[in-house]
């Protein structure tokens, strides 16, 4: 993951912080409802909503997406058609597509209106939460004839997060800070997705109700969380092994708290937790296995990132 779609998620954090206003486009079911069945060029304007065309076996019909979708590989190799905050209307256009699939933010919103305008096809989606997420799955599934792909894979993501649950009953909860920026220090507070992958797997946000979705922390709210772990998603997967050197010295000065004091400080990939997509549990195993180092391994371990 590159360090753009990094900065993509952090101005996505500062906008629960009041810094960026963004707004949703009008009704999604209506939308949704309004595009016909089997498109065969698809533009998709987000990394989440590629892995998610791929995931659904329509990889061959995407001909173009944004230039931080970087999985699956296939993706990759795919036209670009501007950044996730910035898409290139002109390079949608002359990719010719007959259903453009976008996100709900103010940035592509311009976008999805002038090709809605021109007469093209556009499906725009909400996806902040599990719930969303699935619901997102399933209109994509109806948007492009792809309803029992998409079935199937709404009932595997619920049968591997029911496991999960399975194989983290009776554990106890754990006090985490998951930190999204270190200067200045700011978290993910409990109106967010972030919390919802914290308390899945057995964990409780260190900090209390907020105003902010993510927060800035003083030193004395810091000290006063008593966070018993702190979990940091890596800026780039390039060098997880620097990243994490570098947040232990960073932490290092801050003894006081107990995840720092008993070495509970994880940097881990952030593909998988910051991109609500179909590697969702994926995810959530780096995350429980940072929570509960001793949980059952029954589901294989395909991602890097715990030290």
């Known amino acids: 993951?590159?360090?753009?779609?990094?900065?993509?998620?952090?101005?996505?954090?500062?906008?629960?912080?009041?810094?960026?206003?963004?707004?949703?486009?009008?009704?999604?079911?209506?939308?949704?409802?309004a595009l016909s069945t089997g498109p065969d060029r698809i533009v998709s304007l987000a990394p989440n909503l590629t892995e998610i065309l791929f995931a659904l076996g329509l990889g061959e019909k995407v001909v173009a997406v944004s230039s931080d979708s970087d999985y699956p590989a296939e993706a990759a190799g795919k036209n670009k058609v501007g950044t996730f905050w910035?898409?290139?209307?002109?390079?949608?256009?002359?990719?010719?597509?007959?259903?453009?699939?976008?996100?709900?933010?103010?940035?592509?919103?311009?976008?999805?209106?002038?090709?809605?305008?021109l007469g093209y096809r556009v499906l725009t989606l909400k996806i902040e939460s599990i719930e969303e997420l699935l619901a997102a799955i399933k209109k994509i599934g109806d948007a492009t004839g792809a309803q029992d792909r998409a079935e199937k894979l709404v009932e595997d993501i619920g049968n591997r997060l029911d496991n999960l649950r399975s194989r983290l009953a009776g554990t106890n909860k754990v006090k985490v800070l998951w930190v999204v920026q270190t200067e200045p220090l700011r978290v993910a507070g409990r109106n967010t997705f972030l919390n919802q992958l914290l308390e899945l797997?057995?964990?409780?946000?260190?900090?209390?109700?907020?105003?902010?979705?993510?927060?800035?922390?003083?030193?004395?709210?810091?000290?006063?969380?008593?966070?018993?772990?702190?979990?940091?998603?890596?800026?780039?997967?390039?060098?997880?092994?620097?990243?994490?050197?570098?947040?232990?010295?960073?932490?290092?000065?801050?003894?006081?708290?107990?995840?720092?004091?008993?070495?509970?400080?994880?940097?881990?990939?952030?593909?998988?937790?910051?991109?609500?997509?179909?590697?969702?549990?994926?995810?959530?195993?780096?995350?429980?296995?940072?929570?509960?180092?001793?949980?059952?391994?029954?589901?294989?371990?395909?991602?890097?990132?715990?030290?």
């Open 1 to 33: 993951m590159n360090k753009l779609w990094w900065l993509s998620l952090t101005i996505l954090c500062l906008a629960g912080a009041g810094f960026l206003i963004v707004k949703m486009l009008p009704d999604q079911d209506a939308a949704t409802t």
């Open 86 to 117: 910035q898409p290139n209307t002109e390079a949608i256009i002359a990719s010719k597509p007959d259903l453009v699939i976008t996100e709900w933010f103010e940035q592509q919103k311009s976008a999805a209106e002038a090709l809605q305008r």
């Open 201 to 307: 797997v057995g964990g409780e946000n260190a900090i209390g109700p907020t105003i902010q979705q993510y927060p800035p922390l003083s030193t004395e709210e810091l000290l006063a969380s008593a966070a018993d772990i702190i979990i940091q998603s890596a800026m780039t997967t390039d060098n997880i092994h620097a990243e994490q050197q570098a947040a232990e010295m960073f932490w290092s000065k801050r003894r006081g708290l107990p995840a720092v004091k008993n070495n509970r400080i994880y940097v881990i990939d952030p593909d998988t937790t910051l991109r609500l997509g179909p590697r969702l549990c994926q995810g959530l195993e780096l995350v429980a296995r940072c929570l509960h180092p001793d949980i059952d391994r029954t589901q294989p371990e395909t991602a890097s990132g715990i030290r």
